[in-house]
């Protein structure tokens, strides 16, 4: 988050600034890190959701919830490379 | 007067409510945030900068980033909880985490109220 929050603020402060920070986050590391923070993201949102049917008492017994975790999982990845290759 | 109707206006379900309602919005303003961004064929520093030249679209950045280290320290405060024991310990880690969100909340304030 550190580094987001810079980043964010240096690429608004100049033309210069931002040009060089295309350059950083152009790097493979970057790149790679920055899927893995998009799959997070999602991951963390679908969860979310799952936890808030859970919470209305759907899928409560164990069948279910085993499967909507599974879902979870593997529709966070589809969904994550459908947004990086969009990118 | 009875400051624990300030600290929890909804009962046991205070934090609950402001984990999904914090989302909620989180999740409205990437999707629109989404959309202004590919709304430009090229990406060049003006464009980024147009994109924050609107009034509500930086407003709504500042709430954003408001409300996220909101939900994250809520998020922070559960997960110390569950797994530091010590309570001394419990406190000084959740402090360096309060500590660095009012630094980047500080940053973030300055540059987009600027």
Redesign the interface.
Known sequence: ??FI??A??Y?????LN??EMVLILDTWPVKTMGVFFIWALIHH?IA?LRH?LLDLQIGNDLIMARLSSKTVLLVSFVLTAIVVYWI | MNIKWIKKPFGGMTQWIYQ?FT?LFM?IYLLIMGILISNHHTF??FD??SI?DIWSVRFGTLIF?YLMFFH?WIGILHITEDYIKWFAIRRAVNFCFLV?IIL?LL??SF?LIK
């Open positions: 988050m550190p929050t810079w964010f603020c690429s608004l402060s100049s033309d931002f040009n949102l979310g808030l | 999904r989302a999740v060049n520093y980024w900068i924050f980033f994250a660095m980047q940053i973030l540059y």
